[in-house]
């Protein structure tokens, strides 16, 4: 066994601090304007940055230092907001973070444009990212790349099915958002070195901590306090959307039909009342506590490779009993 790891020297909140300076210090330059523009302004919009973080801290549990990681880091927040702009236009949607989104602040054509060319900048930077790991790193974020298309068209699709299942919805979501997870929690390993059993059990661990962060997140919008999520409850319901919640419904009382008649907060407060009155509130958490608990399973078995899980730990049960 190597011990990757002796001695903490950053804590989430120095790592935060980290990738937030270097954000700051690499903005988006060129010419014309409306190209960048828009680059800089989804990029400053804040969000929890948990991608760039499990890319430090893959580097520093598998010891290496967090700041020769700050490039790959960089790159997955910079794909993930690319994913977003894209997302709003194909969802239509005219809010992000409380402020408006790319294709309502400038158009629809500006917003696909400054997308694509924010996908060619993670490539150029890693380009030109003089490390070893680097075509590894290429490699694993362009698969990446892929699933997390599939997964979209995926959740297109979910739209117009008759049926939509739980395994269906679990894999829709591990490639929207978990694979992602995965891929930036062993780029830092890669930057580290670490083995290859390692950086598969840390890429195993991101998407349990993936799917429990959706499933919570659908927890949130469902019954979370509004007062801490700044969002009003149910806004998946209020749109139709074919969440774990839906589809735990269907097999309780026929919530199309219910869907049907109500619209608007109206069909919120019904379903809410219906959802709570199966206690599938509380069946929807225990989905959701199940992946944590593979998480934990995951940080044991790291451990006995050697790797300081510390970090990890703390992020994984920060993210368990957020609120928002």
């Known amino acids: 066994m190597f011990l990757y790891f002796r001695k903490a020297v950053s804590n989430l909140q120095t790592l935060s601090h980290l990738y937030a300076s270097h ?3 690499h903005p988006f330059t060129g010419s014309p304007n409306a190209l960048y523009d828009p ?3 989804i990029m400053s919009l804040g969000g929890k940055r948990i991608r760039p973080l499990l890319t430090l801290i893959g580097a520093q549990c598998c010891g290496a230092n967090p700041e020769d990681a700050l490039i790959p880091a960089h790159s997955m927040e910079v794909f993930h907001n690319f994913t977003l702009v894209h997302d709003d236009i194909m969802d239509n949607a005219s809010t992000r973070r409380g402020e408006p989104t790319v294709h309502e602040k400038w158009s629809i054509s500006e917003g696909i444009l400054s997308g694509d060319n924010m996908l060619i900048a993670v490539y ?3 380009l030109d990212y003089q490390h070893p790991s680097r075509n590894e790193i290429m490699a694993l974020l362009t698969k990446t790349a892929r699933e997390v298309c599939e ?3 995926m959740d297109m699709d979910s739209a117009s099915l008759d049926e939509v299942s739980e395994a269906y919805y679990l894999e829709m979501i591990r490639l929207k958002t978990a694979v992602l997870l995965g891929c930036s929690l062993q780029c830092g390993a890669m930057v580290a070195g670490a083995e290859k ?4 059990n840390l890429y195993d661990f991101a998407i349990n901590l993936g799917l429990s962060f959706q499933l919570n997140d659908d927890w949130l919008d469902a019954f979370g306090d509004p007062a801490m999520t700044g969002k009003k409850p149910g806004g998946d319901i209020e749109e139709g959307k074919k969440t774990l919640l839906y589809i735990m ?3 309780h009382f026929n919530i199309d039909d219910l869907w049907s008649k109500h619209i608007g907060q109206e069909r919120v407060q019904i379903t809410l009342k219906k959802l709570k009155e199966y206690e599938l509130d509380k069946k929807l958490k225990a989905v959701a506590d199940e992946f944590h608990n593979g998480c934990l399973h995951d940080l044991e078995q790291l451990q006995s490779q050697g790797v300081n899980t510390s970090l990890l730990l703390e992020l994984c049960d920060m993210l368990q ?4």
């Not at 059993?197 to 598969?200: S, Y």
């Not at 009993?321 to 928002?324: A, E, G, K, S, T």
């Open 124 to 126: 150029q930077m890693l």
């Open 321 to 324: 009993v957020r609120r928002h």
């Open 39 to 41: 680059m800089n302004y």
């Open 23 to 25: 954000l700051s210090l």
């Open 151 to 153: 997964g979209q068209q």
């Open 249 to 251: 419904a269907s097999s």
């Open 197 to 200: 059993a390692v950086c598969e």
